[in-house]
Nanobody, 124 residues
Framework: VQLQASGGGLVQPEGSLRLSCALS????????IAWFRQAPGKEREGVSC????????WYVDSVKGRFTMSGNNIKNTVDLLMNSLKPEDTAVYFC??????????????????WGQGTQVTVSS
């Protein structure tokens, strides 16, 4: 099982980026998938989560209405479209798979598989 995040970069405030998490060894329908982020000096926080049962998504309040998570069964990727980006969105973004249970989805300790991060910098 492997996950590989890509798509990060430097973007101006109010700009957009699409992150992609490529899955190998499993499919979009196999496990729940989540996006996390970690800013310098801060703890890793959950950004969004998608159920593998029905595709339902959840978002942390700070990104609701701006970020959209979706699965692509053909490409076997899970994407995070980020609009209206703010400087406080600057962080390394990670994708994770398979919830271990017993914790909220926003808790990084509750996820089994992790990809490497991709840097997102929002700055003018």
């Amino acid at each position: 099982v492997q996950l590989q995040a890509s798509g990060g970069g430097l973007v101006q405030p109010e700009g957009s980026l699409r992150l992609s998490c490529a899955l190998s060894g499993f499919t979009v329908d196999s496990y729940a998938i989540a996006w996390f982020r970690q800013a310098p000096g801060k703890e890793r926080e959950g950004v969004s989560c998608m159920s593998n049962n029905d595709g339902r998504t959840w978002y942390v309040d700070s990104v609701k209405g701006r970020f959209t998570m979706s699965g692509n069964n053909i490409k076997n990727t899970v994407d995070l479209l980020m609009n209206s980006l703010k400087p406080e969105d600057t962080a390394v973004y990670f994708c994770a798979a398979e919830r271990l249970g017993g914790t909220k989805w926003t808790d990084p300790k509750g996820w089994h598989y992790w990809g490497q991060g991709t840097q997102v910098t929002v700055s003018s």
